[in-house]
Nanobody
Framework: QVQLVESGGGLVQAGGSLTLSCAAS????????MGWFRQAPGKEREFVAH????????RYADSMKGRFTISRDNAKNTVYLQMNSLKPEDTAVYYC?????????????????WGQGTQVTVSS
């Protein structure tokens, strides 16, 4: 089992920045690929970014490229999502997720463990 706890969400003005954190406990974190997803009201869960077990490979959804950065610190069992140039359409609940594989995926169904989510609200 892996327990994931997100933090760092909040209210920010358009153009601002936030950094989300996801602290993991339980199963060996260092061998797991991690992902960030988001879900806005009335919409399906959407891929944001993923990172492989070592942090050497990352991938982003097209609308996040150049604005968001995913990273991890295996010594701290934590994955981060730095979000810059935030837009009102980035408003959503953001979830981190862990795979039982060392490579990432953009598909939510490929993740075995999920956090409870953290709300990000971007005002215009």
């Amino acid at each position: 089992q892996v327990q994931l706890v997100e933090s760092g969400g909040g209210l920010v003005q358009a153009g601002g920045s936030l950094t989300l954190s996801c602290a993991a406990s339980g199963r060996t974190f260092g061998g797991s690929a991690m992902g960030w997803f988001r879900q806005a009201p009335g919409k399906e869960r959407e891929f944001v970014a993923h990172i492989n077990w070592s942090g050497t490979t990352t991938r982003y959804a097209d609308s996040m490229k150049g604005r968001f950065t995913i990273s991890r610190d295996n010594a701290k069992n934590t994955v981060y999502l730095q979000m810059n140039s935030l837009k009102p359409e980035d408003t959503a609940v953001y979830y981190c997720a862990a795979r039982t594989y060392n490579t990432g995926s953009q598909y939510p169904s490929n993740y075995a463990y999920w956090g409870q989510g953290t709300q990000v609200t971007v005002s215009s």
